[in-house]
Protein backbone atom coordinates (compact mmCIF):
# COMPACT_ATOMS: atom_id res chain seq x y z
CA UNK A 1 0.00 0.00 0.00
CA UNK A 2 1.41 3.52 -0.95
CA UNK A 3 1.90 5.51 2.26
CA UNK A 4 1.09 9.83 2.04
CA UNK A 5 3.86 11.77 0.19
CA UNK A 6 3.68 15.42 -0.38
CA UNK A 7 1.95 15.65 -4.24
CA UNK A 8 5.07 16.98 -6.00
CA UNK A 9 6.66 14.52 -4.48
CA UNK A 10 4.21 11.67 -5.60
CA UNK A 11 4.43 12.76 -9.23
CA UNK A 12 7.99 12.82 -8.70
CA UNK A 13 8.17 9.13 -7.61
CA UNK A 14 5.51 8.13 -10.33
CA UNK A 15 7.64 9.50 -13.09
CA UNK A 16 10.64 7.62 -11.81
CA UNK A 17 11.97 4.75 -14.49
CA UNK A 18 12.82 1.77 -12.66
CA UNK A 19 13.10 -0.51 -15.89
CA UNK A 20 15.14 1.52 -17.07
CA UNK A 21 17.68 0.46 -14.64
CA UNK A 22 20.85 -1.61 -16.42
CA UNK A 23 21.50 -5.08 -15.37
CA UNK A 24 25.15 -4.06 -14.39
CA UNK A 25 23.13 -1.39 -11.73
CA UNK A 26 21.14 -3.96 -10.32
CA UNK A 27 23.84 -5.97 -9.52
CA UNK A 28 25.56 -3.22 -7.24
CA UNK A 29 21.40 -2.69 -5.83
CA UNK A 30 20.17 -5.59 -4.93
CA UNK A 31 22.92 -7.18 -2.20
CA UNK A 32 21.15 -3.91 -0.38
CA UNK A 33 17.76 -5.43 -1.52
CA UNK A 34 18.78 -8.98 -0.03
CA UNK A 35 20.05 -6.90 3.58
CA UNK A 36 16.18 -4.95 3.77
CA UNK A 37 14.16 -8.04 2.76
CA UNK A 38 15.89 -10.00 5.46
CA UNK A 39 15.67 -7.18 8.10
CA UNK A 40 11.75 -6.76 7.17
CA UNK A 41 11.36 -11.18 7.23
CA UNK A 42 13.54 -11.44 10.72
CA UNK A 43 10.96 -8.30 12.06
CA UNK A 44 14.33 -6.22 12.88
CA UNK A 45 14.26 -2.54 12.42
CA UNK A 46 16.18 -1.58 8.56
CA UNK A 47 18.59 0.96 9.62
CA UNK A 48 20.79 2.25 6.74
CA UNK A 49 23.56 4.60 5.79
CA UNK A 50 24.74 6.27 3.46
CA UNK A 51 28.41 7.26 3.25
CA UNK A 52 30.35 10.04 0.83
CA UNK A 53 33.49 11.78 1.25
CA UNK A 54 32.06 15.42 2.58
CA UNK A 55 28.46 14.29 3.56
CA UNK A 56 27.37 17.24 1.47
CA UNK A 57 25.24 16.69 -1.28
CA UNK A 58 25.13 12.48 -2.59
CA UNK A 59 24.59 11.17 0.91
CA UNK A 60 21.95 13.52 1.89
CA UNK A 61 20.16 13.01 -1.32
CA UNK A 62 20.55 9.10 -1.15
CA UNK A 63 19.13 9.55 2.71
CA UNK A 64 16.20 11.65 2.14
CA UNK A 65 15.27 9.57 -0.84
CA UNK A 66 16.01 6.75 0.89
CA UNK A 67 13.79 7.22 4.03
CA UNK A 68 10.73 8.89 2.09
CA UNK A 69 10.84 5.83 -0.33
CA UNK A 70 11.04 3.23 2.26
CA UNK A 71 8.34 5.10 3.89
CA UNK A 72 6.28 5.61 0.50
CA UNK A 73 6.15 1.74 -0.19
CA UNK A 74 5.06 0.74 2.98
CA UNK A 75 8.31 -0.31 5.04
CA UNK A 76 7.74 0.28 8.83
CA UNK A 77 10.26 0.33 11.54
CA UNK A 78 13.24 2.23 8.61
CA UNK A 79 15.42 4.93 9.26
CA UNK A 80 17.73 6.61 7.37
CA UNK A 81 21.33 8.18 8.13
CA UNK A 82 24.34 9.96 6.21
CA UNK A 83 27.98 10.59 7.24
CA UNK A 84 30.99 11.42 6.10
CA UNK A 85 34.65 10.66 6.16
CA UNK A 86 34.74 14.69 7.14
CA UNK A 87 32.14 16.99 8.26
CA UNK A 88 31.42 19.83 5.84
CA UNK A 89 27.69 21.10 5.01
CA UNK A 90 24.75 20.12 3.49
CA UNK A 91 25.43 21.65 -0.13
CA UNK A 92 22.66 24.39 -0.98
CA UNK A 93 21.86 23.60 -4.25
CA UNK A 94 21.48 19.82 -2.82
CA UNK A 95 19.01 21.64 -0.56
CA UNK A 96 17.29 23.61 -3.12
CA UNK A 97 16.96 20.22 -5.12
CA UNK A 98 14.98 18.22 -2.53
CA UNK A 99 12.84 21.63 -2.64
CA UNK A 100 12.32 21.49 -6.18
CA UNK A 101 11.58 18.12 -6.01
CA UNK A 102 8.08 19.13 -2.94
CA UNK A 103 10.07 18.31 0.04
CA UNK A 104 9.36 21.28 2.59
CA UNK A 105 12.83 22.29 4.20
CA UNK A 106 13.36 24.65 6.75
CA UNK A 107 17.25 25.83 8.33
CA UNK A 108 16.71 25.34 12.20
CA UNK A 109 20.19 26.68 12.51
CA UNK A 110 22.82 29.37 11.44
CA UNK A 111 26.21 28.27 11.29
CA UNK A 112 28.86 26.82 8.89
CA UNK A 113 26.88 23.97 9.22
CA UNK A 114 23.24 24.53 9.28
CA UNK A 115 20.60 22.29 10.31
CA UNK A 116 17.89 21.39 8.31
CA UNK A 117 14.20 20.05 9.11
CA UNK A 118 13.27 18.09 5.80
CA UNK A 119 9.74 16.73 5.63
CA UNK A 120 8.13 14.29 3.03
CA UNK A 121 5.09 14.47 4.21
CA UNK A 122 2.40 16.31 7.04
CA UNK A 123 2.95 13.53 9.95
CA UNK A 124 6.21 11.77 9.71
CA UNK A 125 8.89 12.97 11.81
CA UNK A 126 11.05 15.23 9.58
CA UNK A 127 14.36 14.26 8.52
CA UNK A 128 17.45 15.99 10.29
CA UNK A 129 19.99 17.18 7.50
CA UNK A 130 23.39 18.70 8.51
CA UNK A 131 26.94 17.60 7.88
CA UNK A 132 28.33 15.22 10.04
CA UNK A 133 31.10 11.87 10.24
CA UNK A 134 29.69 8.44 9.58
CA UNK A 135 30.55 7.39 13.01
CA UNK A 136 29.11 10.67 14.49
CA UNK A 137 26.83 10.06 17.74
CA UNK A 138 23.74 11.08 15.68
CA UNK A 139 24.35 8.01 13.61
CA UNK A 140 24.23 4.20 14.47
CA UNK A 141 27.00 2.09 15.96
CA UNK A 142 25.23 -1.45 15.15
CA UNK A 143 22.87 -3.21 13.19
CA UNK A 144 22.70 -0.84 10.31
CA UNK A 145 24.07 -1.07 6.47
CA UNK A 146 26.92 0.83 5.27
CA UNK A 147 26.48 2.21 1.44
CA UNK A 148 29.04 3.96 -0.09
CA UNK A 149 27.68 6.79 -2.38
CA UNK A 150 31.24 7.60 -3.62
CA UNK A 151 34.14 5.81 -4.79
CA UNK A 152 36.78 7.92 -2.96
CA UNK A 153 34.52 7.25 0.80
CA UNK A 154 34.34 3.22 -0.30
CA UNK A 155 38.14 3.21 -0.79
CA UNK A 156 39.34 5.84 2.06
CA UNK A 157 37.43 4.17 4.63
CA UNK A 158 37.81 0.56 4.33
CA UNK A 159 35.90 -0.81 7.44
CA UNK A 160 32.93 0.80 9.17
CA UNK A 161 33.15 0.08 12.85
CA UNK A 162 29.63 -1.98 13.96
CA UNK A 163 28.10 -2.22 10.20
CA UNK A 164 26.02 -5.54 9.59
CA UNK A 165 27.93 -5.15 5.87
CA UNK A 166 28.64 -2.21 3.43
CA UNK A 167 27.39 -1.54 0.17
CA UNK A 168 28.80 -0.17 -2.80
CA UNK A 169 26.38 2.12 -4.86
CA UNK A 170 28.35 4.98 -6.10
CA UNK A 171 26.83 8.16 -8.21
CA UNK A 172 28.90 10.58 -9.95
CA UNK A 173 29.52 13.74 -7.87
CA UNK A 174 27.28 16.86 -9.45
CA UNK A 175 30.22 19.07 -7.43
CA UNK A 176 31.67 18.58 -10.72
CA UNK A 177 29.46 21.22 -12.19
CA UNK A 178 29.35 23.57 -9.63
CA UNK A 179 29.22 27.16 -10.84
CA UNK A 180 28.12 26.37 -14.64
CA UNK A 181 25.32 26.60 -16.40
CA UNK A 182 24.42 23.25 -16.12
CA UNK A 183 24.72 22.98 -12.06
CA UNK A 184 20.83 22.65 -11.40
CA UNK A 185 20.22 20.81 -14.26
CA UNK A 186 22.94 18.22 -13.11
CA UNK A 187 21.99 17.86 -9.69
CA UNK A 188 18.36 17.47 -10.55
CA UNK A 189 19.54 14.48 -12.90
CA UNK A 190 21.50 13.36 -10.10
CA UNK A 191 18.47 13.40 -7.73
CA UNK A 192 16.38 11.43 -9.72
CA UNK A 193 18.97 8.85 -10.56
CA UNK A 194 19.31 8.08 -7.07
CA UNK A 195 15.62 8.33 -6.39
CA UNK A 196 14.75 5.87 -9.30
CA UNK A 197 17.52 3.16 -7.80
CA UNK A 198 16.40 3.69 -4.07
CA UNK A 199 12.55 3.11 -5.54
CA UNK A 200 13.38 -0.06 -7.25
CA UNK A 201 15.27 -1.14 -3.99
CA UNK A 202 12.41 -0.73 -1.85
CA UNK A 203 10.15 -2.00 -4.36
CA UNK A 204 11.72 -5.20 -4.28
CA UNK A 205 12.48 -5.45 -0.65
CA UNK A 206 8.60 -5.77 -0.10
CA UNK A 207 8.51 -8.86 -3.10
Not at 61 to 70: D, E, I, N, R, Y
Not at 134 to 139: G, T
Request: hydrophobic share 35%.
Amino acid sequence: MKEEVFQNIAQTIASLKINEISNTRKASLDPLVDYIKGKIENKEAVALNFICTHNSRRSHLSQVWAQTLGHYVGIKNITCYSGGTEATALFPMAAETLTNHGFQIIKLSESKNPVYSIKYNTNSPPIIGFSKTFDDSFNPTSNFAAIMTCSSADEGCPFVKGADGRFPITYEDPKAFDDTPLQKEKYHERSIQIATELLYVMKRSII
